[in-house]
């Protein structure tokens, strides 16, 4: 495996893929995969759905928190960097004024705030999702094209600890799924 591909066990399968008819099916059976306790999941859709993540029992995201303190640090640096140049490496007294006056370095300091804000949310939005990933096991299933167009599904990993293909594929019929296909991995990836 390398940089760019996902980090999963070894195995020759990867797991089950559950094809489900609209929008409301897939939110439907969401709730109750999670309600049945599986741990190692996730649900595909041409578009965001609303309440999804709810559906399927995501906890809030750590981006935000990446984002407000490399923000913080950001602006903290760029007010430390104007105090030091303005105040103690270069001092000049111009008209009287206080060599130390907090007000002109607000600009900076806002927009290195906001600069290291924005990068880093990039970079831990890229991290947190294992971006860029130019293989997954999902992508080795025909049916599976359809999640840009018109197709919602599940996706059960096979390390799941509650996962048997036979009680997951049976399981995952009984709550809506028109089809439902084991997915194996690609021979070199496994």
């Excluded at 919602?152 to 439902?180: C, Y």
Aim: glycine share 10%; aromatic share 14%; with cysteine.
């Amino acid at each position: 495996m390398g940089l760019l591909s996902p980090s999963l066990p070894r195995g020759e399968i990867f797991g089950l893929l559950a094809e489900f008819g609209t929008p409301a099916d897939l939110y439907k059976a969401c709730e109750k995969v999670r309600d049945a306790g599986f741990k190692r999941w996730d649900a595909h859709s041409p578009f965001p759905v609303h309440g999804l993540d709810a559906a399927m029992g995501l906890g809030r995201s750590r981006l935000p928190y990446v984002t407000l303190g490399f923000g913080l640090t950001g602006a903290i640096t760029g007010f430390v960097l104007q105090l030091w140049a303005n105040g103690i490496a270069y001092p000049i007294s111009i008209s009287g004024k206080p060599v130390f006056n907090w007000q002109p370095y607000m600009p900076i300091t806002f927009e290195l705030g906001v600069l290291f804000a924005a990068i880093s949310t990039v970079i831990g939005m890229l991290a947190f999702n294992e971006l860029p990933m130019h293989y997954h096991p999902l992508f080795e299933s025909k049916t599976f094209e359809r999640v840009t167009d018109d197709g919602f599904f599940i996706s059960i990993e096979s390390w799941d600890p509650k996962f048997n293909s036979i009680e997951t594929e049976r399981f995952l019929t009984q709550i809506g799924a028109k089809r439902v296909e084991l997915v194996k991995r690609a021979p070199e990836a496994a």
